[in-house]
Each structure stands twice: as C-alpha cells, then as structure tokens.
C-alpha cells in the first residue's frame, strides 16, 4: 500500500524517514515532538487505555521536508503533509473582522501560497481546531468569523468557495491555537455531497454571514490507491439540526449521513465498495458525561472499526457530537 496509516499510543519510537506527517491526540505533549508535521489535538481521549494517541501517515519512499511562512510540512509521491500554527494574539483586529477572522484567512493563503509554490494544487482534506468555537465576541460566533475568514482565502486564491472545495471539520478544543493541517496533492479530489443535506457551502445566512467552506467527503487518490475522507458529520439534515438534546438520536442521525456519504463515495469510487465497518473513525463528544451513551448507541452500527473518541466542541451550540471517518484501498485490480 502506498500511503500507510498507523495509530498507536506513542510516537513510532525510531524514525523510518517515511513519516509524512500525522497527529498527536491527547494530553499536550511534554517530551519533544516527533521530527515530522504533527497536529497537536488538545482534547481529552475518552475510553482509551492511553493518555495520548499518535496518528502517523507514512509514505512509500522517502519524504522531503520544509517549513514556510510558519507552516511545516513534507511531501512525497504528489502528496502534501502539513500544519500550521498560528497564535491570534499575533493578530490585530479591524473594524469589522476579528483577530480570529484575519488568522483564519492569513492561515490559508500561506496554504494556498504553499501549494501553488510546491506545484500541489490540490487541497484534498483540512483538519480545523480553535479554542472557544462557539464563544460570541463582538456580536458574532468565533466559528462564524473563522468562516469570513477562511471563505475570503478561498475566493482571494481564485479557487472559489463551493463544488470544488475539500472535506473537512471544524472542531473547538480548550486552549488550542488555530491549528489547521492539511493533505494536498498533485491530481484533484472528487469531492462528495450529502443527499440528505443542503451543501454546507450553500448554508443559508442563519448560520453566519458566510457559509463554510468545505465538502462532506472526497475520494482522492495518491499513487496506486483511493481514500475515502468522510468530514466532520452530524446529525443536520436539510441545513438543520435534528434531535436538538436527544444525544442518541443525535448518534444515529449523524451515522445515517455517514452512510449516505459512503454511499455517494460509493458511486463515484474506481475500486471495491466501502463498508462502515472498514472506516476508522473520529468521534468528537461534546459533553464527556454524554460518551457512555454515544459509544453504546453507535457500537451496533460501526462493528468492529477503529475509533478514537475524544472531547471537543462542536461548532453548532445544538449539536453533541460529530463523526468523521475515512478509509483506503488498492486500486490495483486483481
Ligand atoms: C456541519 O455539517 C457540521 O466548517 O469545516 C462539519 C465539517 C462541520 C466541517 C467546517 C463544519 C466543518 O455543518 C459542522
């Protein structure tokens, strides 16, 4: 397989020169940091035997590194790993935009910058964390402002803000920088839509005077091979959220959009069908008190996949939890 992903409790313990970037979640790190771009996730693991788990893709051959403009990452193989970090303290708020808002935008045209620089156009996945999401400041959600600002990256890079934009979440983890990491590559992704959804970028303004900017999923596809990104879901239908303080309900409406996004994966896919057992997955709890509930309402419809369970905010104030997934095969035919 050409691009791995491996998870485990701690950082692989010698360098294989094969890493390519990945994420460290759990309690911050107090030793050093592997060499690689990794995105600390400040949020509590929930269930797990560890205090911190270490999500690694590793590339076929060997990576080339670089930092720009605060953003570190390596490719290899058409592929783009990266991170960046950025303090809003280190940003000014203007008449009209917050400090929020212009690290936000500034964030993603360094990326964008980057990719155009690297010849990587394409921006395949974004991994979003901000502390206080759903905090109002100034008569406007965080999360909202970091929407202004990341849709005006967007349309300011010529990329345009709806169809072709990536998969995604946006997630509110306590005392976390906006940290943003990103996969690019050479060829484009195919991204996916949610039948039972209104497109995210086509919200209408109850949510924000600017929609966000990301797909419900992408197929894209490194040397030899097709990931299935399923974003951040949750249980929304249409543009509204459904089963407002039923955190069961909340579970399994947000797995029957998980299925629909496979299922549209499905279609559009070159190799085997996915299957939900196959996914690992991403769940973000927003109350800890909620995760016994979620884990044995969700168990029956997940098998036996991978799952990291972890604390987070999630970016609507009705909303308990959001599930993301993903998953690889072969395109190699038999
Ligand atoms: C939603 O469906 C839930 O702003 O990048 C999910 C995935 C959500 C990505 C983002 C937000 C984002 O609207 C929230």
Avoid at 31 to 47: D, K, M
Wanted: proline share 6%.
């Amino acid at each position: 397989m050409a691009l791995q992903f491996v998870s485990s409790p701690s950082a692989v313990s010698r360098e294989t020169s094969r890493e390519l970037g990945g994420a460290l979640i759990g309690e911050p790190a107090t030793g050093a940091l592997p060499g690689w771009p990794v995105q600390r996730v400040f949020a509590p693991l929930l269930g797990a035997t560890s205090a911190a788990i270490h999500e690694t893709w590793l590339a076929e051959g060997p990576v080339i590194s670089g930092r720009s403009e605060d953003i570190v990452w390596r490719q290899a193989n058409g592929l783009l790993f990266g991170v960046i970090e950025l303090d809003e303290a280190d940003f000014s708020a203007m008449p009209g935009a917050s400090a929020l808002q212009a690290a936000s935008e500034e964030a993603y045209r360094r990326i964008f910058r980057l990719l155009d620089a690297e010849r990587v156009p394409h921006l395949w996945r974004v991994w979003n964390y901000l502390s206080a999401i759903n905090l109002e400041t100034d008569g406007l959600e965080r999360y909202r402002q970091f929407n202004i600002g990341r849709q005006d990256a967007f349309l300011e890079s010529s990329r345009g803000a709806t169809g072709n934009v990536p998969a995604a979440c946006a997630l509110g983890l306590a005392g976390s920088p906006l940290s943003i990491a990103f996969m690019a590559g050479t060829t484009p992704a195919a991204p996916l839509e949610n039948p039972r959804q209104i497109s995210a970028y086509n919200y209408p303004a109850e949510y924000g005077p600017r929609s966000p900017t990301f797909s419900r999923g992408a197929l894209v596809y490194p040397a030899g091979q097709e990931i299935l990104f399923i974003s951040g879901t949750a249980s929304i239908v249409g543009h509204e959220t459904v089963f407002p303080g039923d955190v069961a309900g909340q579970c399994r409406e947000a797995m029957a959009n998980v299925a629909a996004v496979l299922g549209e994966g499905n279609r559009l896919s070159k190799t085997v069908p996915y299957a939900l057992s196959e996914l690992s997955y991403r769940v973000y709890v927003r109350h800890a008190n909620d995760f016994r509930v979620i884990r044995e309402t969700l168990a029956p419809l997940l098998g036996a996949a991978d799952v990291v369970y972890l604390q987070a905010d999630i970016c609507r104030h009705d909303l308990l939890l959001e599930i993301e997934a993903m998953a690889s095969h072969s395109q190699e035919k038999a």
